[in-house]
């Protein structure tokens, strides 16, 4: 057992990157391995508090492995009870998006992202889990984790994300607006990450080249 984290990284400012500058944030993990492909594009309504892995278009894009064209939408589960009066994290996120293209090799990914609605829509590129391959990434957990996630947004609009939360409590405390960023999940029982630390420092380097030093973390748990 354990505790499911969302941790993401993001400039301080919700700024807008050039479409460019957004293909490197997305490439970059890949090509310092810190993840592993398969990777898939989305493009359309997001949510930047959904989960990657539970009920998500992120998740279903990762898990599912849908035809390119697939139209996705927010999963229900059964049992599942949200107040719909609240917003994310605590209450239901509703996604809707496309996915436009999956592959195995990263440098495919730039010439597809620069086919996008970038700017128009929200953009979402996921990846496979972490590569625990990478020393960088293995003295963080104990063992391998297939559900370790991680994946980068440019959305459509800056959306509100609560800084430090658990998905389970009250709503209310600091929020930052954000409408680019890399987010990845981690378990606490899986990783030597605690429920105080922030995101892997790999991912977060790779962010810092890219958003510059004014980058904020923060997680949601539950």
């Not at 953009?123 to 963080?140: E, K, L």
């Not at 990845?184 to 420092?201: I, M, Q, S, V, W």
Request: proline share 10%; aromatic share 8%.
């Amino acid at each position: 057992m354990g505790i499911w984290t969302g941790a993401f990284i993001a400039p301080l400012a919700p700024t807008f990157l050039r479409p460019e500058a957004f293909g490197r944030i997305a490439v970059e993990p890949a090509r310092e391995r810190v993840v592993r492909t398969p990777w898939a594009l989305i493009a359309g309504k997001l949510c930047v508090n959904a989960s990657l892995d539970w009920g998500s278009v992120s998740g279903q894009a990762r898990w599912k492995h849908p035809p390119v064209g697939t139209v996705l939408r927010t999963e229900e589960y059964p049992g599942e009870v949200l107040d719909p009066d609240d917003t994310p994290a605590l209450g239901p996120s509703r996604e809707e998006a496309r996915l436009l293209a999956s592959g195995k090799k990263v440098l495919d990914l730039l010439p597809t992202l620069r086919a996008t609605p970038y700017g128009d829509e929200g953009i979402a590129v996921v990846f496979a889990p972490m590569d625990f391959g990478n020393r960088a990434i293995t003295d963080c957990f104990r063992y391998e984790g297939r559900r370790t996630t991680l994946a980068c947004f440019a959305l459509a609009s800056p959306q509100n994300r609560p800084l430090s939360t658990n998905d389970c409590g009250e709503p209310g405390g600091p929020t930052l607006a954000v409408r680019t960023r890399v987010v990845h999940t981690f378990k606490h029982a899986l990783g030597r990450l605690g429920p105080e630390d922030g995101p892997l420092p790999a991912p977060a380097s790779v962010a810092s080249r890219c958003f510059g030093p004014e980058q904020v973390s923060g997680k949601t748990w539950g």
